[in-house]
């Protein structure tokens, strides 16, 4: 029973340790699987990794060795193979190796001799004493690796990349900072060696560099206590700090006190991106110079104001700078808007419309030659003005030395008259005797001739000989008796001659020579007792005068019957037109009878022609009485946009088959015009007409109104075809057609542009093939009460 009882107990305990073992073989397989799939995937890892990463077992547990090149390697240190290598070897490497020692083997056969002793020793001191080390090491390939070597736990881990690309750009990086460093010392050794004062500040506004000028000239002992100090140079500060936060840069004259002395100094500051600098320019010497130079410009000023001759000077711009008190005198100039430096050309402008200019056809090409003195002139010009007002003024213009012109002027009206009294023989002789055609004799007060002229001598045959020495009155006379014998004439300029001081009085007359010639001659007696006497040959003039009185009368006979032909004419064609048009528009009414579609086209046809032509009668009676000079205006104030969108309505109207759509451009200025309402309404009807005949599907029409410079501009512009330049130049011509489809354009815009002449404007026609056509006229604001016949 005992045995039998101890082996059931055997039995149960060898069943109850069965189970215990299969429990924990279960549980021991479950963590061998996660380990395996934590090192499946810590491979995994590795594997990725760009570089190497090499592990050795404990560190007393030895490695293989491997043969490398000991003549690089340190005495008594061999590199051991690593237990393990993880990562994409053949990528880093370039060659595929099986086990770790081969891989750890062509690993250091790739490293440059030279740096295996130091990776050996390093490698040595890890897996002895677990001395970590970061190494590069050079490739034989122009290459580098960086190596990082740790333990972990037991193990040492070295961790191996190319860093080939990354130390490039870090040599690179290197070069150029050491570089940069080089030029910043080099431009702070030169900002030290300024003479003037320079500073920066941080963005807080404090000075946080100075040079040594900037030390010297606030007196302080070292750079290093002024900036301690936070001596500032020149006042304003705070001013200039809030405009360089705007991203302003600053400059002002600041007067200072520098090393005990008061300096002029131009101070700038502008922006940097961790704060400020500054850097201060002395002016003093400069200063001082436009101190002197200011003085004396005061001083030149104030004795030009007490010149009586007028002084402006303009600078560069052309802009008034100086004047005196005789200029603003001379000219009738206030001088609070002279004050304001007024541009040369204003003035002129100003001058102009007070009539103080002389008159000029051109004024603005005039204009314009003054104004280029400014950069022409190099020498001194002098000029005359003649004004209207009677006066002769004296122009000196110069240039400035300083860039600009210097202008004086001086009124020599009174000097002019004295030179005119003084010089009155020097004028006669020399102009009257040297530049015209008249024949010229001076009388003395003896009788005797005293000069004479060569127009004298061919005037009147006469050999230069015969009048060598000083004829008498009467010997003259008896030469010139040959060609004219009427003794009255002679005897009345004998008198005037040699007559007391109550014969001495002008006397003109004619004289008709022997040959037909005619002359005219003057008897002048002269202040200083002498006498002249001129002859002017008007034989030329005398035929030109009576072929043109013959012509004149001729064509005023032509115009008087061409204006009886065409106003009789006109009118002899409207009784029968007027049958025509009335019998016309009869038939079309159906009163007489239904017309067929044929018959009324017809009828349609004939009722246009007529209307055609009775405005055309129209237009030639209006050309007559225009230039009959009997047609008036009737001026009344006509509202400009009601004028333009009727006369658009009517031509509309008239205008068979029209679908051009018609654009308003009227501006808000304009409101009325004075003018004749039903002629302007003839010259919009007639100007919209034009347009729309010679407009396409898809082209529009635009009228336009403005105002300004005291007249009103009104314009037709289209879209169409435009006319040809042949037409253009002929388009105001009467009975002008346009000669590209036998439509009548010229007799119409001959009468517009007569209407507008009327009133005192202007019009114009402009036009460019393929672009349309602009026809434009200008009224004055204001009635010109005007008649064809003005």
Same mark, same amino acid.
């Given at each position: 029973?005992?045995?039998?009882?101890?082996?059931?107990?055997?039995?149960?305990?060898?069943?109850?340790?069965?189970?215990?073992?299969?429990?924990?073989?279960?549980?021991?397989?479950?963590?061998?699987?996660?380990?395996?799939?934590?090192?499946?995937?810590?491979?995994?890892?590795?594997?990725?990794?760009?570089?190497?990463?090499?592990?050795?077992?404990?560190?007393?547990?030895?490695?293989?060795?491997?043969?490398?090149?000991?003549?690089?390697?340190?005495?008594?240190?061999?590199?051991?193979?690593?237990?393990?290598?993880?990562?994409?070897?053949?990528?880093?490497?370039?060659?595929?190796?099986?086990?770790?020692?081969?891989?750890?083997?062509?690993?250091?056969?790739?490293?440059?001799?030279?740096?295996?002793?130091?990776?050996?020793?390093?490698?040595?001191?890890?897996?002895?004493?677990?001395?970590?080390?970061?190494?590069?090491?050079?490739? &034989?390939?122009?290459?580098?690796?960086?190596?990082?070597?740790?333990?972990? %736990?037991?193990?040492?881990?070295?961790?191996?990349?190319?860093?080939?690309?990354?130390?490039?750009?870090?040599?690179?990086?290197?070069?150029?900072?050491?570089?940069?460093?080089?030029?910043?010392?080099?431009?702070?050794?030169?900002?030290?060696?300024?003479?003037?004062?320079?500073?920066?500040?941080?963005?807080?506004?404090?000075?946080?560099?100075?040079?040594?000028?900037?030390?010297?000239?606030?007196?302080?002992?070292?750079?290093?206590?002024?900036?301690?100090?936070?001596?500032?140079?020149?006042?304003?500060?705070?001013?200039?700090?809030?405009?360089?936060?705007?991203?302003?840069?600053?400059?002002?004259?600041?007067?200072?006190?520098?090393?005990?002395?008061?300096?002029?100094?131009?101070?700038?500051?502008?922006?940097?991106?961790?704060?400020?600098?500054?850097?201060?320019?002395?002016?003093?010497?400069?200063?001082?110079?436009?101190?002197?130079?200011?003085?004396?410009?005061?001083?030149?000023?104030?004795?030009?104001?007490? /010149?009586?001759?007028?002084?402006?000077?303009?600078?560069?711009?052309?802009?008034?700078?100086?004047?005196?008190?005789?200029?603003?005198?001379?000219?009738?100039?206030?001088?609070?808007?002279?004050?304001?430096?007024?541009?040369?050309?204003?003035?002129?402008?100003?001058?102009?419309?007070?009539?103080?200019?002389?008159?000029?056809?051109?004024?603005?090409?005039?204009?314009?030659?003054?104004?280029?003195?400014?950069?022409?002139?190099?020498?001194?010009?002098?000029?005359?003005?003649?004004?209207?007002?009677?006066?002769?003024?004296?122009?000196?213009?110069?240039?400035?030395?300083?860039?600009?012109?210097?202008?004086?002027?001086?009124?020599?009206?009174?000097?002019?008259?004295?030179?005119?009294?003084?010089?009155?023989?020097?004028e006669v002789q020399r102009k009257t005797l040297d530049h015209l055609d008249e024949g010229v004799a001076v009388f003395g007060t003896d009788g005797r001739l005293?000069?004479?002229?060569?127009?004298?001598?061919?005037?009147?045959?006469?050999?230069?000989?015969?009048?060598?020495?000083?004829?008498?009155?009467?010997?003259?006379?008896?030469?010139? &008796?040959?060609?004219?014998?009427?003794?009255?004439?002679?005897?009345?300029?004998?008198?005037?001659?040699?007559?007391?001081?109550?014969?001495?009085?002008?006397?003109?007359?004619?004289?008709?020579?022997?040959?037909?010639?005619?002359?005219?001659?003057?008897?002048?007696?002269?202040?200083?007792?002498?006498?002249?006497?001129?002859?002017?040959?008007?034989?030329?003039?005398?035929?030109?005068?009576?072929?043109?009185?013959?012509?004149?009368?001729?064509?005023?006979?032509?115009?008087?019957?061409?204006?009886?032909?065409?106003?009789?004419?006109?009118?002899?064609?409207?009784?029968?037109?007027?049958?025509?048009?009335?019998?016309?528009?009869f038939l079309q009414t159906g009163i007489a009878g239904d017309l067929n579609e044929k018959q009324n086209e017809y009828v349609g046809d004939v009722i246009r %022609?007529?209307?055609? /032509?009775?405005?055309?009668?129209?237009?030639?009676?209006?050309?007559?009485?225009?230039?009959?000079?009997?047609?008036?205006?009737?001026?009344?104030?006509?509202?400009?946009?009601?004028?333009?969108?009727?006369?658009?309505?009517?031509?509309?109207?008239?205008?068979?088959?029209?679908?051009?759509?018609?654009?308003?451009?009227?501006?808000?200025?304009?409101?009325?015009?004075?003018?004749?309402?039903?002629?302007?309404?003839?010259?919009?009807?007639?100007?919209?007409?034009?347009?729309?005949?010679?407009?396409?599907?898809?082209?529009?029409?635009?009228?336009?109104?403005?105002?300004?410079?005291?007249?009103?501009?009104?314009?037709?512009?289209?879209?169409?075809?435009? /006319?040809?330049?042949?037409?253009?130049?002929?388009?105001?011509?009467?009975?002008?057609?346009?000669?590209?489809?036998?439509?009548?354009?010229?007799?119409?815009?001959?009468?517009?542009?007569?209407?507008?002449?009327?009133?005192?404007?202007?019009?114009?026609?402009?036009?460019?093939? %393929?672009?349309?056509?602009?026809?434009?006229?200008?009224?004055?604001?204001?009635?010109?009460?005007?008649?064809?016949?003005?």
């Amino acid at each position: 029973m005992g045995a039998v009882s101890l082996a059931l107990a055997c039995a149960f305990w060898a069943a109850a340790s069965n189970a215990e073992a299969r429990r924990v073989q279960t549980s021991l397989k479950a963590k061998l699987k996660d380990s395996e799939a934590k090192l499946d995937h810590a491979d995994a890892v590795l594997s990725s990794d760009p570089g190497l990463v090499l592990v050795w077992g404990e560190v007393s547990h030895a490695a293989p060795s491997l043969p490398v090149p000991t003549a690089y390697l340190p005495k008594g240190i061999v590199p051991m193979a690593p237990n393990w290598v993880m990562g994409d070897f053949e990528a880093l490497l370039g060659k595929a190796e099986r086990t770790p020692a081969e891989q750890f083997r062509t690993l250091l056969m790739r490293i440059r001799n030279e740096d295996l002793s130091s990776f050996a020793v390093a490698l040595d001191d890890l897996r002895a004493r677990g001395t970590p080390f970061s190494l590069v090491l050079t490739r &034989k390939d122009k290459g580098e690796f960086e190596v990082i070597g740790e333990t972990v %736990g037991p193990r040492a881990v070295v961790r191996i990349r190319d860093v080939s690309g990354a130390l490039r750009e870090v040599k690179r990086l290197t070069a150029l900072l050491e570089g940069t460093e080089v030029e910043r010392r080099q431009l702070a050794d030169l900002l030290q060696c300024l003479p003037q004062p320079a500073w920066l500040r941080d963005r807080s506004g404090k000075l946080t560099w100075l040079n040594s000028a900037y030390a010297h000239a606030v007196d302080a002992s070292s750079l290093e206590n002024a900036i301690d100090d936070q001596v500032e140079l020149a006042d304003g500060v705070k001013e200039r700090l809030a405009q360089i936060t705007n991203g302003e840069t600053t400059q002002d004259r600041r007067y200072v006190v520098a090393a005990g002395d008061r300096r002029a100094m131009d101070v700038m500051e502008f922006p940097l991106p961790d704060g400020s600098g500054g850097i201060a320019i002395d002016q003093s010497e400069a200063d001082n110079l436009d101190q002197k130079l200011r003085s004396k410009v005061e001083a030149h000023h104030s004795t030009l104001e007490h /010149l009586t001759s007028a002084v402006a000077i303009f600078d560069e711009a052309r802009t008034l700078q100086y004047f005196n008190r005789a200029f603003a005198r001379l000219w009738d100039l206030d001088r609070e808007w002279l004050g304001t430096h007024p541009p040369h050309g204003e003035i002129l402008d100003r001058l102009r419309e007070a009539r103080r200019l002389p008159e000029q056809r051109d004024f603005r090409g005039w204009k314009d030659q003054r104004l280029s003195l400014y950069t022409t002139l190099t020498d001194i010009k002098t000029d005359t003005w003649h004004l209207p007002d009677g006066r002769s003024v004296r122009i000196l213009a110069r240039p400035h030395p300083q860039g600009g012109m210097i202008f004086l002027y001086e009124d020599v009206s009174e000097r002019y008259a004295l030179e005119s009294q003084v010089n009155t023989l020097a004028e006669v002789q020399r102009k009257t005797l040297d530049h015209l055609d008249e024949g010229v004799a001076v009388f003395g007060t003896d009788g005797r001739l005293a000069l004479h002229n060569m127009s004298f001598e061919t005037l009147w045959r006469l050999e230069p000989d015969q009048l060598s020495t000083p004829l008498h009155i009467n010997e003259v006379i008896t030469l010139c &008796k040959d060609l004219f014998d009427q003794e009255p004439i002679w005897r009345t300029i004998r008198a005037r001659v040699t007559g007391g001081e109550d014969a001495r009085t002008d006397h003109r007359g004619e004289m008709r020579l022997i040959d037909g010639s005619l002359l005219l001659f003057e008897v002048q007696p002269l202040r200083s007792g002498q006498t002249l006497v001129t002859f002017l040959d008007q034989t030329a003039q005398d035929k030109v005068r009576r072929a043109l009185r013959e012509r004149n009368e001729a064509l005023e006979t032509a115009d008087r019957l061409k204006s009886a032909f065409i106003e009789n004419v006109s009118y002899q064609l409207r009784n029968p037109l007027n049958s025509i048009l009335g019998f016309s528009e009869f038939l079309q009414t159906g009163i007489a009878g239904d017309l067929n579609e044929k018959q009324n086209e017809y009828v349609g046809d004939v009722i246009r %022609g007529a209307n055609q /032509l009775r405005d055309l009668i129209d237009d030639i009676l209006d050309l007559a009485m225009i230039e009959a000079g009997t047609l008036s205006l009737e001026v009344s104030e006509v509202n400009v946009r009601g004028l333009l969108e009727g006369a658009a309505r009517m031509a509309v109207t008239r205008a068979e088959h029209s679908a051009v759509p018609i654009r308003y451009d009227i501006s808000e200025a304009v409101d009325v015009v004075d003018a004749d309402e039903k002629r302007l309404r003839q010259v919009l009807f007639a100007l919209m007409s034009n347009a729309i005949r010679h407009c396409r599907a898809g082209d529009e029409i635009t009228l336009g109104a403005t105002r300004e410079a005291g007249q009103v501009t009104i314009w037709v512009k289209d879209t169409g075809p435009g /006319l040809p330049p042949e037409i253009l130049r002929r388009a105001f011509d009467s009975f002008a057609s346009d000669d590209t489809g036998g439509r009548r354009a010229g007799l119409g815009l001959a009468l517009v542009k007569s209407f507008i002449d009327l009133h005192g404007g202007w019009v114009t026609l402009d036009s460019t093939e %393929g672009q349309g056509t602009i026809a434009t006229f200008a009224l004055p604001e204001r009635a010109v009460h005007s008649n064809a016949a003005e």
